[in-house]
């Protein structure tokens, strides 16, 4: 526990990018710290800005409700945070420099947490931690296992709010990923 509280701290105080100069709160990451199944966005919108939690605008509220169906929530089951912990402005996609001045605080929770299970939420999570070229329409659901953790990316939540007629696709990948779950750690269900 003392470690999640080292590193929290070093997270909320950071300036290593320029998106420090623009954030409100910086977003470190939501959900138990014994989860074994973890969700990666890529960074905060506006609402997770002002409230210092990720995914809890409109798409946030989809994603919950969507994995509240396959018996997840991040009260109890999982946790959430993204690539980058501060906002972008204007939402654009974090920059390359900002990635890689960010992500090392992913790789300690991960360390931290030690999960089962990594989802990727869109491409930008994808291409940073499945592959570089990484295609979301085309590889999305898919599986791919490293040192024993299991990684796989579904569609971000706002591109099903812009485009509902992706959506039997993740509920597709969310019963993989319930299958998944089941198979590896089954006291996840239990
Ligand atoms: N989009 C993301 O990628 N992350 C959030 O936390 C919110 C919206
Ligand atoms: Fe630090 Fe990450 Fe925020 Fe940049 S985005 S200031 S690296 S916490």
């Not at 070093?10 to 074994?36: E, Y």
């Not at 969507?66 to 501060?86: A, D, H, P, Q, W």
């Not at 992706?166 to 993989?176: I, N, Q, V, Y």
Request: proline share 6%.
């Amino acid at each position: 526990m003392s470690d999640w509280i080292e590193l929290e701290r070093r997270c909320l105080a950071c300036q290593k990018c320029a998106l420090a100069d623009t954030r409100t709160n910086v977003v470190f990451g939501k959900g138990p710290r014994d989860a074994r199944i973890v969700f990666i966005g890529e960074g905060p919108g506006e609402n997770e800005d002002l409230r210092g939690e990720p995914f809890v605008g409109r798409g946030g509220q989809l994603l919950d409700e969507m994995l509240s169906l396959i018996g997840l929530s991040r009260e109890k089951n999982f946790y959430i945070t993204n690539i980058v912990k501060c906002r972008p402005p204007q939402n654009r996609d974090p920059l390359n420099t900002e990635q890689d001045a960010c992500v090392g605080y992913l790789w300690e929770q991960l360390e931290l947490l030690r999960p089962r299970v990594v989802v990727c939420l869109g491409r930008i999570a994808a291409m940073r931690l499945i592959k570089p070229d990484y295609r979301i329409t085309k590889e999305h659901g898919q599986w791919v296992e490293r040192d024993g953790v299991f990684y796989t990316a579904i569609y971000h939540p706002a591109a099903l709010l812009r485009d509902p007629s992706k959506k039997p696709d993740t509920f597709a990948d969310l019963r993989s990923i319930r299958a998944k779950l089941r198979a590896l750690c089954p006291e996840v269900y239990s």
